[in-house]
């Protein structure tokens, strides 16, 4: 089979897709999915990926570089003390459970669906938090079993259907509970790792034997692509937890409702598309 030279286009394409990922993760508590699900997708056409398991490699490839981008993320929010290990610990259980349920149902579930409703809330909670005067719900976040529950398992089950980290959805959840910015990023690169692990393992197991998947891949997750990505992001995602303790908190939120907002818009915009 003839060398095709613009593969080495392709694999350019995701070291840089992994650096600004990185950067993403380390900013602004996300495991960079939010960039990294829209460039597999787009390249899924030129890699020949039939058009009915394109998104699924999106996804699960996405997750999978999510596990070392986070780790690296969190080591340095954790090093500045941004990480609520109190929440984390309390959280983590639900998010951990909800995630593998959204791994192990995400060809069950329209993606179309999914794509609409989480770009609708994403957009509702931009607009929240650009506002000079934040919406506040409480003045800490639920602390019941219950409240907390509901709460960290649709922030896990979203989050792994979509090939995001937890941060999309954690970090504005958690500031209309009066949570600080600064420890809401931090703890929403811990659950990145969290959300991921199970995640991953649930989109290996439903692509397991599909036809059509690219050379090297484990079920959904094709480990060339990971590899390329996350060998740019885990030493990205640093230097964006840096710049995340540089700006100050009202600038931050700023910086986060921009990105979901265009997040928000760019998933509506498939939606009306038609995919």
């Known amino acids: 089979m003839p060398f095709d030279p613009m593969l080495i286009v392709y694999a350019g394409l995701l070291i840089l897709t992994g650096a600004v990922a990185g950067v993403m993760a380390g900013l602004l508590g996300v495991g960079g999915g939010i960039v990294i699900v829209p460039v ?6 030129a890699l020949n990926i039939p058009p009915d398991i394109a998104m699924h ?32 610990r309390g959280w983590a ?9 959204g791994g192990l149902l995400a060809k069950v579930f329209s993606s179309l669906v999914l794509t609409g409703i989480f770009g609708c809330v994403a957009l509702i909670v931009a607009l929240n938090m650009i506002k000079p005067k934040q919406i506040i719900v409480a003045q800490q976040p639920p602390t019941s079993v219950a409240g907390r529950g509901v709460l960290a398992t649709l922030i896990g089950g979203f989050s792994a259907l979509m090939g995001i980290g937890g941060g999309t959805l954690s970090v504005p959840i958690l500031t209309l509970f009066s949570f600080p910015v600064h420890r809401a990023v931090g703890t929403a690169s811990a659950f990145g790792l969290v ?11 439903a692509g397991w034997g599909v036809e059509g998947r690219p050379p090297w891949s ?13 060998s740019t992001s885990i030493f990205a995602a640093p230097q964006g ?5 540089w700006l100050s908190p009202a600038k931050l939120r700023f910086a986060f409702a921009i990105f979901l907002g265009l997040t928000a818009l760019r998933m509506l915009g498939a939606v009306f598309s038609g995919g």
């Open 40 to 45: 597999l997708f787009l390249l899924s056409g």
């Open 57 to 88: 490699v999106a996804v699960g490839t996405s997750l999978a570089t999510i596990i070392p981008t986070s780790i690296a993320s969190a080591r340095s929010h954790n090093r500045k003390g941004a990480i609520d290990w109190d929440l984390l």
């Open 93 to 101: 259980p639900f998010v951990f459970v909800g995630a593998g349920i």
């Open 195 to 205: 959300i991921a692990v199970p995640a991953v393992l649930g989109f290996i197991w």
């Open 218 to 230: 484990l079920g959904y997750v094709s480990l060339p692509a990971a590899l390329l990505i996350f």
């Open 241 to 245: 937890a840096r710049l995340a303790h």
